[in-house]
């Protein structure tokens, strides 16, 4: 699938192309500008170091169980595909397995920006993860991120659009001066 790494790559840290001491923390319009829209045009990523991942692999385990190159932030990205959804028909509820949990939508997808002229619109959904079923959910520490564009200009994307995804696992420490 196109030009990411293989799983066997990324943990190979001599294949990531990032020196030593520098972490991959990008942004979310460097992610869209620098990888998602790349990736859609089938041009070269500037590094390879997210994973093409099966949307149903994705959704066959919690995520803690993913076999994802999750780094010491436990955090990891990837491409995959989507379901050829429009905004206006998230599902708001993500079963994963055989009912270990599910994600669930944070919210309505919000815009992040007008990449490379007019006809190229990026977005960002958020996503926490719930062990459980939806009627008696635990709300877990995971999240997700997904980016993806919508383009005017059909002839440019697949069938099945390509999302890019961060996971990452969230800890929020209070201020005991507060």
Known sequence: ???????????????LEIPIGFRFSPTDLELVNYYLLP?????????????????????????????MNFCERKECF???????????????????GNGKGFWKSDG?????????GDNKFAFKICWTYYNGTPKKGKKTKWV???YRLQMEDDNLTDEKEWILGRI????H???PFE
């Open 144 to 146: 997700m991120s997904e």
């Open 78 to 96: 990837f491409f995959t595909h989507g379901d050829g959804y429009s905004h206006d028909e998230l599902r708001s509820i993500r079963m994963v």
């Open 108 to 116: 309505e997808e919000t815009f992040i920006c007008n990449c490379y």
């Open 39 to 67: 990736k859609i045009l089938g041009e070269p990523l500037p590094a390879s170091v997210i994973l093409d991942i099966d949307e149903t692999e994705l959704y066959s385990k919690p995520p803690n169980k993913l076999e």
């Open 173 to 175: 420490y209070k201020n």
């Open 1 to 15: 699938m196109g030009n990411s790494p293989t799983e066997e790559d990324i943990n190979n840290i001599d294949a």
């Open 168 to 171: 990452e696992y969230v800890c």
